[in-house]
């Protein structure tokens, strides 16, 4: 309960923790390379200048990176050991830069070619055209757990930001939504950049629930524009503020049976679980489910509504 409190007051002063996730999906990226011109490589060199101006904003700004691979989630930093160093590496301390850009830029860059280097995730994940957006946002919410609990004055005010490339998977739906309502509940907003491809569902949920914005890349090449103007300025800074985001918000789901996108589904009325067909037992809970059928106006009607309505009618003399 005191983490709700301290995070729904936000000070001038307060530092700020960013968390960003990135979505590295090889498959998407070789894709908008062609379509667009902005590779992965390129969208990380503006990423890290854009991670360096946030930390440049204020003297304890924190930062966290997380990839989103496809059937893993890998911190890029904090790393819990110090890279690796090779012969060729560059150990002289330059005293033209600042040294905690060059530790974030050499751990970022480093961990990213090690997550390149492991190709034995491509081959095991079903769905090799989405990442595994749900396990990165359950370590960046576990993250901000820890570091706020060690702040004990709630001088930290975090939030999130998701560099999506991949299309919405209907597998991670559930997990998701979890996320989602976490954050909600952290008062944790969650910021949303698609930089190629459809607009993603569910994350653009995420940022509506959570009070985050969401922005669709139209101009790919003006990556790291849109990133200072839209997504740099801390959460105090924003109150003040008119940013970009989206003025409808698709509030489709996925199916527990099927895993597709509906919009008109069953829902369980114990576990909430949806369906894109009827069933007499919750394949979720394991609950009997009363059907009801509906008429041309709409109207649900249950069998033992149905029989009371028309004992009402005999005893009245009317017809039902």
Known sequence: MSVLKDTAT???????????????????WTRSAKSTGLSLKEALRHLLV?????LALKHDNEVAVIASHVDVSKFLFPIPTPPRLSEDTDQVVDS??????????????????????????????????????????SMALCYINRIMRADEIGHIKPRILIISISPDSPYQYISIMNCIFSAQKLGIPIDVCKVHGEDT?????????????????????????????????????????????????????????????????????????????PLEQCSTCRTNLILASVNECGLKLVNGIKKLDKAKGRESGGST
């Open 96 to 137: 033209n830069l600042y040294q905690r850009f060059k530790v974030v830029n050499d751990q970022v860059i480093g961990n990213m070619k090690d997550l390149f280097e492991d190709i034995t995730t491509l081959n095991s994940y079903p769905d090799k055209a989405s990442s595994m957006i749900a396990g990165a946002l």
């Open 50 to 54: 854009f991670i360096n101006a946030h």
């Open 201 to 277: 569902v569910f994350l653009k949920q995420a940022a509506h629930i959570t009070g985050g914005r969401y922005l669709k890349l139209q101009i790919p090449q003006g990556f790291l524009q849109f990133l200072m103007i839209t997504f740099l300025p801390d959460r105090f800074t924003r109150n003040y503020q008119c940013l970009p985001g989206e003025e409808k918000v698709d509030f489709s789901a996925s199916c527990f049976c099927h895993k597709k996108m509906i919009d008109i589904g069953y829902v369980c009325s114990v576990c909430l679980s949806i369906f894109c067909h």
């Open 10 to 28: 936000v000070n001038e002063d307060d530092a700020n923790l960013l968390v960003l996730i990135i979505d590295t999906n090889p498959l998407i």
